[in-house]
């Protein structure tokens, strides 16, 4: 699954992606802002680390989030085919918004995210709008040579499609059932892909306190509040320093900001819950590791994550709560208590869950 990092110019939008995946990108990457950049961030859980910490593993391995720089936007960006291309292939998109001020940076006008998301929005409205009005003046040619129910639900759906977009709503907030999200797939359009807005604040004595209020501040609860949006904030300047610091100097020096964890940790946990994903894990003295699956898999479709074979020859799931695992103090403990459950192949998996599969194979 890929994030998709877009913005405006001069909003830290490649800095947040430098830090993230700590990607080491060359001097011609960075002279080609249209150029995609793609890397790899960990996802942090503290579950999996307990976890690991109860069975001392060979291997810990946490799932994992991708992300893809795409270049500054914009309604000329919007034009060119490799970089539309490139939009269209993410699965969601983390815009970031210039919230701090720097006069070494330029920056044309006021500081203002709002206005930003709804230029950007509109932007990302326009294209789908030209994608769903030439599919329509096709789909009224071919209607008119033979109406099949396929091409009638297809050309009911983009005219509604099309009207909702005309009310300047992005696609996300379109009502859809799966058959019509199936249906629509393909079109792969800007505006219905979950968004998360990430504000790049400004460092200050009140750190912690900042990043809190930050969403409201600058008026984005709202936009954060509607269908398949999150809003989270940053300050890049602190994220650049905490990434060449040790593990034990970067607590220390979020300690004294009053701060537990970086707002990078919860912007990628963020971008995982953004895209319907949930982790459940395998632990053990080999290896303790995050499965990533979506939210309302069932147990068979998980054990397929780890591995096909597994999906295949399923029998049962050995199964129970990280925290339950970590109280009983070992497999053996859980299963004397009747904490460690047998479940089927059509048991929803949780978020959270250790789950060890029975197989045939």
Known sequence: MKTGIIGLPQVGKT?????????????????????????????????????????????????????VDVGAI?????????????????DALAHVLRAFEDPAIPHVGEIDPLRDIKNVE????????????????????DLKKAKTPELEKEFELLKRANAHLGEEKPLRELEMSPEDKKRIRGFMFLSEKPVLYVL??????????????????????????????????????????????????AAEF?????????GLTRLIRTTYHLLGLISFFTAGEDEC????????????????????????????AET??????????????ARAKGTLRLEGKDYIVQDGDVMHIRHSG
């Open 15 to 67: 800095s947040l992606f430098r830090i993230l995946t700590k990607a080491q990108l060359s001097e011609h990457a960075l002279a080609n802002p249209r150029e995609a950049h793609v890397g790899v961030a960990k996802v942090p859980d503290d579950r999996l680390d307990r976890l690991a910490a109860l069975y001392n593993p060979k291997k810990l391995t946490h799932a994992s989030v991708e992300y």
């Open 289 to 316: 590791r995050a499965w990533t699956i979506p939210a309302h898999s069932r147990a068979q479709e998980a054990a397929g994550a780890i591995h096909s074979d597994l999906e295949k020859h399923f029998i049962r």
């Open 254 to 262: 979020l300690s004294s900001y009053g701060l537990k964890e970086s």
């Open 122 to 141: 509109f932007d990302l409205m326009v294209s789908d709008l030209g994608q769903i009005e030439k599919r329509l003046e096709r789909l009224e040619k």
């Open 74 to 90: 914009g309604q000329d960006a919007l034009k060119e085919s490799a970089y539309i291309g490139h939009l269209r292939q993410v």
């Open 200 to 249: 790049n604040i400004g460092e200050s004595g009140e750190l912690g306190k900042d990043l809190e209020e930050a969403v409201s501040k600058y008026k984005l609860n709202d936009v954060a509040a509607r269908p398949n949006s999150a809003a989270t904030a940053i300050c890049g300047k602190v994220e650049a320093e905490l990434s060449e610091m040790s593990d034990a100097d």
């Open 320 to 333: 129970i709560r990280w925290d339950q695992l970590l109280e009983a103090g070992s497999e053996a403990n």
